[in-house]
């Protein structure tokens, strides 16, 4: 067998081509238990890496913790030992004000607020998501009939930091969602030639003129991360029949 990789801990064989990447390590967990003799591979630090099976297909979920540092350590220890193509199942914050908490969100592309993607690409360089991972993204809300927002995402490191005039000029270029990843893990994607795309629920919104408690918020995100994994899943039964084939 293959050389362990440092931070994920895991080696060649112990993950599949297919991997979904949330933030959360309890999303992980809930991922997880949506696959056929799912086992825990490993845990260490943000990491926790479980395997399982979908329609026959060998995929794998590793959390990320948050932000960009972690994620991009993720997808090169990932690539390394196999990992293709990578969906990020993650919580974001509604940026148009006709957006519900709970709401999904396909990221096509990040302004590139944060500082990891910096080290792979300079600032010219686009943070897209890969085109058949976004494609499959669509094809499965269509086929779930769920709701959908698609669009440019803003990633950005400082979680408790606002910039008002920003806020406002993203809002009004159309960007749909704020999180933390996207950026870092779509230009990773791009520079070691891998596919990369995210499902994203919503779990709040600066924009919205009455703001829900933090229970209220809490419970809207719960239904909205449902939906977001099984837009995963069946994203990635349509990559291995359609993409694939």
């Known amino acids: 067998m293959g050389e362990i990789q440092k931070h994920i801990r895991c080696r060649e064989g112990d993950v599949g081509k297919y991997v979904l990447i949330p933030g959360d390590p309890g999303r992980a967990r809930r991922i997880?238990?949506?696959?056929?003799?799912?086992?825990q591979i490993a845990s260490n630090r943000e990491f926790v890496v479980f395997t399982g099976e979908l329609n026959g297909i060998t995929v794998?979920?590793?959390?990320?913790?948050?932000?960009?540092?972690?994620?991009?350590?993720?997808?090169?220890?990932?690539?390394?030992?196999?990992?293709?193509?990578?969906?990020r199942v993650g919580s974001a914050g509604?940026?148009?004000?006709d957006m519900p908490i709970g709401s999904l969100v396909i990221a096509t592309a990040a302004y590139r607020?944060?500082?990891?993607?910096?080290?792979?690409?300079?600032?010219?360089?686009?943070?897209?998501?890969?085109?058949?991972?976004?494609?499959?993204?669509?094809?499965?809300?269509?086929?779930?009939?769920?709701?959908?927002?698609?669009?440019?995402?803003?990633?950005?490191?400082?979680?408790?930091?606002?910039?008002?005039?920003?806020?406002?000029?993203?809002?009004d270029a159309g960007v749909v969602a704020a999180e933390q990843e996207c950026a870092t893990i779509f230009t990773v994607g791009s520079v070691k030639h891998l596919h990369v795309g995210a499902?994203?629920?919503?779990?709040?919104?600066?924009?919205?003129?009455?703001?829900?408690?933090?229970?209220?918020?809490?419970?809207?995100?719960?239904?909205?991360?449902?939906?977001?994994?099984?837009?995963?899943l069946e994203a990635i039964k349509i990559l291995s029949k359609e993409f694939e084939a």
Not at 64 to 82: C, F, K, N, W, Y
Not at 94 to 97: D, M, P, T, V
């Open 113 to 171: 607020g944060d500082g990891t993607s910096l080290a792979y690409a300079p600032l010219p360089f686009p943070a897209v998501a890969d085109f058949k991972v976004t494609t499959a993204l669509v094809r499965a809300c269509e086929n779930l009939g769920y709701d959908y927002y698609m669009g440019i995402v803003y990633s950005r490191d400082a979680y408790y930091k606002q910039d008002k005039e920003l806020n406002e000029f993203l809002r």
């Open 60 to 87: 794998s979920v590793c959390s990320t913790g948050i932000g960009g540092p972690s994620a991009s350590i993720a997808v090169e220890e990932l690539s390394r030992i196999g990992a293709v193509y990578f969906i």
């Open 94 to 97: 509604g940026r148009q004000k």
């Open 32 to 39: 997880a238990e949506r696959l056929k003799n799912a086992k």
């Open 199 to 232: 499902i994203l629920a919503t779990d709040s919104n600066i924009w919205l003129e009455k703001q829900p408690t933090l229970s209220e918020k809490e419970e809207m995100f719960k239904k909205g991360e449902k939906k977001a994994i099984d837009v995963a």
